[in-house]
């Protein structure tokens, strides 16, 4: 069982995730602690980003954390002593402005630092900031990823204004004719043609260009839509399945904190795991892009991967000297096992006696009636006999 602790609060890992195995955390960044699934002697410290719903350049007041603020905090964890990072995303995507320095932030803080981005929808600008991270990977089969593009809206209010016999009108300089080139003031399609190839388009070619630098992703999968699961895995969109739980161990394992065995992550479309040992063990590819052109064939099996190097897979381990809490325990085991050996034979011996009669009596003697004192009939209990005979014994 993993704990975690946030703000000096200790919780269980199942109350952090909720009931839906989702991350109870409000909109930003927080450190956590997490015990060690593997050793509960030990923890370690994790940085929890959210994001939910659109993403804006500034902060919001009672809203969402800016994407200028979440590019300084992912800076500041990657000076910290804070090993590795998860980004929980649920974004629909959000304003160019400020998206491009998280996005840089991810990226270069992530050559140092393992952050994975996990969620159930990663689209638009969500997607350009999560290309650079360490891992990508999707809460479940109905997660959405890519919608790799720009798109500009605007309300055109031509119509009324002329049922209003008003008219918005625009005047520039003479000496800047281009002012209003794109100014979208009753535009024609041909404008607005123009406009898109002018505006967007370089927009949307630093979007790809950001992609591809980080990502082996096909040029397909970048004209702007959106993926299910299963085909984002086959278009590398996206690196694995898993639970946040899956997530955060993975985290960690990438950075070298916790002891469990690590190989490279399962990418393909089948995998359905909420298990650690499934997810969690893994070193995505992502993290060394330099070996994605020759990648080396990997062992089939543990098995397999054992009989290559034995020697440095499985060297002996050293003598160590019994702690004192186990020579402890043992003495404590050995006096209870004496203890029991005495209950048993004082057991023998109460088992060996005659089986007594509550109901039946024994006849005194006639010196034994004459001698009563007590007003009472000759005779006694069998049993009364026998309390009576066990009391002088103790005498």
């Known amino acids: 069982m993993a704990f975690l602790q946030i703000q000096g609060r200790q919780q269980d890992f199942a109350a952090f995730l909720g009931g839906g195995g989702e991350p109870i955390l409000e909109d930003g960044y927080r450190e956590v602690i997490v015990r060690d699934p593997d050793d509960s002697t030990r923890e370690h410290k994790l940085g929890v980003m959210s994001i939910d719903g659109p993403m804006f350049r500034h902060d919001h007041f009672c809203g969402s954390t800016g994407s200028i603020t979440r590019a300084q905090q992912v800076r500041s964890f990657g000076q910290s002593s804070t090993p590795a990072m998860v980004v929980r995303t649920t974004t629909p995507g959000g304003q160019v402005s400020g998206g491009e320095e998280f996005a840089d932030a991810v990226a270069e803080v992530s050559e140092k630092k393992p952050i994975i981005f996990w969620g159930e929808s990663m689209c638009s600008l969500?997607?350009?900031?999560?290309?650079?991270?360490?891992?990508?990977?999707?809460?479940?089969?109905?997660?959405?990823?890519?919608?790799v593009g720009v798109l500009y809206n605007y309300l055109d209010f031509t119509g009324m204004l002329e049922d209003m016999k008003l008219r918005d009108v625009y005047v520039a300089a003479t000496t800047s004719p281009d002012k209003l080139k794109h100014h979208l003031q009753n535009p024609t399609k041909k404008e607005l043609k123009a406009f898109a190839k002018e505006r967007l388009d370089p927009l949307h070619a630093n979007f790809k260009t950001h992609v591809l630098n980080h990502?082996?992703?096909?040029?397909?999968?970048?004209?702007?839509?959106?993926?299910?699961?299963?085909?984002?895995?086959d278009l590398n969109l996206a690196d694995s399945i898993g639970?946040?739980?899956?997530?955060?161990?993975?985290?960690?394992?990438?950075?070298?904190?916790?002891?469990?065995?690590q190989s490279k992550p399962n990418t393909s479309k089948t995998?359905?795991?909420?298990?650690?040992?499934?997810?969690a063990t893994t070193t995505p590819a992502?993290?060394?892009?330099?070996?994605?052109?020759?990648?080396a064939t990997p062992a089939t099996s543990a098995v397999e991967a054992a009989a290559v190097e034995p020697a440095a897979e499985t060297p002996a381990p050293a003598a160590t000297e019994k702690p004192a809490w186990a020579t402890a325990l043992e003495a404590r085991v050995a006096s209870l096992e004496a203890e029991n050996k005495d209950l048993k034979a004082e057991n023998a011996e109460l088992q060996a006696m005659p089986a007594a009669d509550p109901e039946a009596t024994l006849a005194a003697p006639a010196e034994d009636a004459a001698n009563a004192t007590d007003g009472t009939p000759g005779g006694l209990s069998y049993s009364e006999k026998i309390r009576q005979d066990k009391m002088k014994a103790q005498a």
């Open 271 to 279: 995998m359905e795991s909420t298990s650690p040992e499934a997810v």
């Open 243 to 261: 639970s946040f739980h899956d997530a955060t161990l993975l985290a960690l394992d990438m950075a070298g904190v916790t002891n469990r065995t």
């Open 215 to 233: 990502r082996d992703v096909q040029e397909s999968a970048l004209k702007g839509n959106v993926y299910y699961t299963d085909p984002a895995l």
């Open 126 to 147: 969500g997607y350009y900031v999560a290309s650079g991270s360490s891992h990508i990977m999707l809460s479940g089969k109905n997660a959405m990823i890519g919608s």
């Open 286 to 295: 992502a993290a060394q892009p330099e070996a994605t052109a020759t990648p």
